[in-house]
Nanobody
């Protein structure tokens, strides 16, 4: 049983930083694509960032490029999302997702992912 558990969300002022964690368990994740999505109230789920488990390829939404960084600790089976220079429009529930197999051309599509975490709330105050 694959499990993804996010943590690290919270309330932060605009300009601040947060680091989200996604702890993966249940199988070996080498070869997986791991991603972060977010969903704000009344809006569709939005791609944020993705990384192959090896870390060789990373992808970012234009809205977070140069502010957010996705990384992983293979020994801990954990993927991170470091979020800097946060803006009120970054407020959303952030979810971790895993895809196996994956098509690198589909990294930004929620339907490409087999497994999802429960999400963690990030609120950025102005």
């Amino acid at each position: 049983q694959v499990q993804l558990v996010e943590s690290g969300g919270g309330l932060v002022q605009a300009g601040g930083s947060l680091r989200l964690s996604c702890a993966a368990s249940g199988r070996t994740f080498s070869g997986y694509m791991m991603a972060w999505f977010r969903q704000a109230p009344g809006k569709e789920r939005e791609f944020v960032a993705a990384s192959t488990w090896s870390g060789r390829r990373t992808y970012y939404a234009d809205s977070v490029k140069d502010r957010f960084t996705v990384s992983r600790d293979n020994a801990k089976s954990t993927v991170y999302l470091q979020m800097n220079s946060l803006k009120p429009e970054d407020t959303a529930v952030y979810s971790c997702a895993a895809a196996d197999p994956y098509n690198s051309a589909s990294y930004s599509y929620p339907g490409a992912y087999n497994y999802w975490g429960q999400g963690t709330q990030v609120t950025v105050s102005s």
